[in-house]
C-alpha cells in the first residue's frame, strides 16, 4: 500500500483539525450518521482519552480515516455468532470509533493499514485494539480478518 499517514491530535495545527473535520463528513453523508466522528476545532485540548485520527494519503487524496481515543471498558465479542463473552476488561486500549475508506481504494487493505498504524501508534498488537459498537458490515468484514478469534468491544 503505497500512500502517506498522518496523525492528527486534538493539539495538532487548525489546518490538520479542520482536514479532519472536512474528511469526516464523507463517512458522516455516505452512512448517514447524525453526528461527526470528529469536532475538535476550537482550541488546542488535551483529551483525557487521547482522541486522534489517523489520514492516509494517496494520489493527492486522502482515502482513508480512522478515529480514535483509549478507552478502559471492553469485552470480547465473537462477530461470527454476535455474542458477548467473558467478564469487563479495564485495560487501556485505542478504541476505533470509525474507519472509513473511500470507494476506489477499498478491499485493497487500507483499513488494515490504519488499524495497524493505530496498533503500532499505541504500541499493542492489531488483536488488542478494541471496536467501538455497533460495528457496519464493512467494519465487521475488516475486524473478522484483522482478529479472526473475535474482538475487544464496547
Not at 15 to 36: G, I, S, T
Not at 104 to 127: E, H, I, K, M, P
Request: proline share 4%; charged share 20%; net charge neutral.
Amino acid at each position: 500500500m503505497v500512500g502517506r499517514l498522518a496523525v492528527v491530535t486534538t493539539q495538532s495545527p487548525i489546518a490538520w483539525r479542520k482536514l479532519v473535520y472536512q474528511v469526516a463528513r464523507m463517512p458522516q453523508k455516505e452512512n448517514h450518521y447524525d453526528f461527526r466522528s470528529w469536532f475538535h476545532l476550537g482550541e488546542l485540548e488535551v483529551t483525557a482519552d487521547n482522541v486522534r485520527a489517523y489520514l492516509l494519503k494517496a494520489n493527492g487524496c486522502v482515502i482513508g480515516y480512522l478515529a480514535a481515543p483509549d478507552i478502559s471498558q471492553h469485552r470480547r465479542w465473537d462477530l461470527v455468532d454476535g455474542s458477548w463473552y467473558g467478564d469487563q476488561d479495564d485495560t487501556l486500549r485505542p478504541r476505533i470509533i470509525l474507519v472509513w475508506v473511500a470507494d476506489a481504494y477499498r478491499r485493497q487493505g487500507v483499513g488494515s493499514t490504519l488499524v495497524q498504524a493505530l496498533a503500532d501508534g499505541f504500541g499493542c498488537q492489531v488483536a488488542d485494539v478494541s471496536w467501538s459498537a455497533p460495528i457496519s458490515d464493512a467494519g465487521r468484514r475488516l475486524a473478522c480478518r484483522l482478529s479472526p478469534e473475535g474482538i475487544w468491544a464496547g
